[in-house]
């Protein structure tokens, strides 16, 4: 749950020698659902310090896991979750796409369009908002950072609304994915909501003759492709 990447990438290293090398037990407490996949044969789900799924095969733990989690965060509008960090001077009161057709859903050829809506007890502030578009395993597929825009001014007013458009060349394949955001402010975390929305995407026409590529990756991208005869 510490340290950097590499400190974690040893200790599961290690984690992993013990259990197969040594013939020990290992108990792993993680919301890291790729370690967990990697480390692990079996699971148990815990919730709210009771157990919520007695022990299964870590696949079916993690599935488990997954959709209680979503189907709990779903139910509760973002202004009121409590499980947020930071002191909240600024704060995300909602998190929408804008373009959806059915409770946050689109299509693969739809292009994502996100609106955020802040409310802060600052009269004016300098800021930074971050969003991960993350899938169902935690796995991050991009990250979107404010200050990092060019011609975007980072100069907020106390309350207002912002939207963020992804390239029509980028999109998402079919599935369900969540959204992290956090908003920054002289480089302090003032507010940070993990699965702040889970929406939907739905097979479309990304590519004009309606396929989609045999192997399933986590986005689709436009592309060229050329013959080139080099000795004609």
Known sequence: AVGDAEFQKKAIGKMQDVSRGDGRTVLFVSHNMASLRSLCNYGIVLKNGLIAQEKTHIETAISYYLNSSVNDFEEINIVERKDR??????????????????????????????KIKYISNLDEFIGNFLISINTETQDCITF?????????????????????????????????????????????????????????????????????????????????????????
């Open 85 to 114: 960090k930071g002191n909240q001077s600024v704060k995300i009161v909602s998190l929408s796409i804008l373009n959806s057709y059915n409770k946050n859903e689109i299509n693969v050829d739809t292009p994502l369009t996100l």
């Open 144 to 232: 979107l950072e404010s200050s990092i825009i060019d011609n975007f001014k980072n100069r907020f007013k106390k309350e207002g609304e912002i939207l963020v458009k992804l390239s029509d060349q980028f999109t998402l394949t079919p599935g369900k994915y969540y959204l992290n955001i956090a908003v920054l402010v002289n480089d302090e975390i003032v507010d940070h909501v993990q699965q702040a929305l889970v929406f939907k995407v739905n097979e479309g026409l990304f590519f004009s003759n309606g396929k989609l590529p045999s192997g399933k990756g986590l986005c689709l991208v436009k592309q060229k492709w050329e013959i080139i005869n080099e000795n004609n």
